[in-house]
């Protein structure tokens, strides 16, 4: 029994959006993006005035790696299904609950591990101009 596309890919950007939504405390992505350009200016690496290129470089970084991390996402999903129904075939409303649960896992993950890389990357960026 396979979890349906649809299916998978709604967890998927539910459980990214969630994530998303927590570590913005209230806030957009593209906020985030910002603050974390921010980190970069106040590491003492950049002007002050260069903060518009850094953001707008932290959100094209960002776009690309939110994209990358939904499909990772529904992977984990998938495969949360998968397992649940493996030990406890036909139990489907629990393989879901599992499938939510590794998906918001994975989103959390992927969201910290994307936030660190643009951060190293914009901070290895300005060392080499600098």
Request: proline share 2%; charged share 30%.
């Amino acid at each position: 029994m396979r979890l349906p596309g649809d299916t998978s890919e709604a967890i998927a950007a539910e459980a990214l959006g969630a994530a998303l939504e927590d570590r913005c405390r209230g806030g957009t992505w593209r906020g985030l993006a910002r603050g974390i350009a921010w980190r970069v200016v106040s590491a003492g690496d950049r002007n002050p005035h260069s903060i518009e290129l850094l953001a707008e470089a932290a959100e094209a970084m960002f776009t690309s790696l939110l994209d990358d991390a939904l499909w990772h996402v529904e992977q984990a999903a998938i495969q949360g299904w998968d397992e649940f129904l493996e030990a406890r075939p036909g139990d489907r409303d629990a393989a879901l609950t599992a499938a939510r649960l590794d998906a918001g896992e994975e989103s959390r993950r992927r969201l910290d591990a994307a936030c660190e890389r643009i951060l190293e990357q914009l901070l290895s960026q300005t060392r080499r101009a600098a």
